[in-house]
């Protein structure tokens, strides 16, 4: 079966047709061109296709790509800021060294973002803790959990 799914990506109107069964990564990835969101596991466990769902982190090969009609999705793509500067995770993963191959690059941005969406104070535990569904096997995550820091600090700015 096909469905008609009306959704914004990165802020672009999208009317598509799509297999009942299509994942949110298939129709990002393969019907978009938005490789940024990475397909690693297929089972939600390594947190390389997350994306955000109306605001809210969401593992994409997780989530029927029917199930966000009329919602919008922020792909890694998405977060640029005008005059394509990144943004400012983005620029605290560079600043921090945060990435190595960058497979999980993108799922970590993005989940780092709700992260600071949703604490307002952060430790490096706490950072550990609520990135134990997102997995890099080259940083040893010291890195990453810096420039999450580095991030809430300049945010609070």
Same mark, same amino acid.
Do not use: W
């Given at each position: 079966?096909?469905t008609a799914?009306?959704?914004?990506?990165?802020?672009?109107?999208?009317?598509?047709?799509?297999?009942?069964?299509?994942?949110?990564?298939?129709?990002?990835?393969?019907?978009?061109?938005?490789?940024?969101?990475?397909?690693? =596991?297929?089972?939600? !466990? @390594? $947190?390389? +296709? #997350?994306?955000?769902?109306?605001?809210? *982190?969401?593992?994409?090969?997780?989530?029927?790509?029917?199930?966000?009609?009329?919602?919008?999705?922020?792909?890694?793509?998405?977060?640029?800021i005008e005059?394509?500067?990144?943004?400012?995770?983005?620029?605290?993963?560079?600043? =921090?060294?945060?990435? !190595? @191959? $960058?497979? +999980? #690059?993108?799922?970590?941005?993005?989940? *780092?973002?709700?992260?600071?969406?949703?604490?307002?104070?952060?430790?490096?535990?706490?950072?550990?803790?609520?990135?134990?569904?997102?997995?890099?096997?080259?940083?040893?995550?010291?890195?990453?959990?810096?420039?999450?820091?580095?991030?809430?600090?300049?945010?609070?700015?």
């Open positions: 079966m096909v799914l009306t959704i914004t990506v990165n802020g672009r109107l999208h009317r598509l047709d799509v297999a009942d069964e299509a994942l949110l990564s298939d129709l990002l990835r393969g019907v978009l061109g938005l490789t940024g969101t990475h397909r690693g =596991c297929d089972t939600a !466990q @390594c $947190g390389a +296709c #997350t994306v955000h769902v109306d605001g809210e *982190a969401v593992k994409s090969c997780n989530v029927l790509a029917h199930q966000v009609a009329g919602r919008s999705i922020t792909t890694i793509e998405g977060l640029a005059g394509g500067r990144l943004h400012p995770m983005q620029q605290a993963f560079k600043d =921090c060294h945060a990435l !190595q @191959c $960058g497979f +999980c #690059t993108a799922g970590m941005v993005m989940s *780092a973002i709700d992260i600071l969406r949703r604490h307002r104070e952060l430790t490096a535990e706490l950072v550990r803790a609520e990135l134990d569904g997102n997995l890099c096997r080259c940083t040893g995550y010291e890195n990453i959990v810096k420039a999450v820091l580095q991030a809430a600090r300049e945010s609070e700015r």
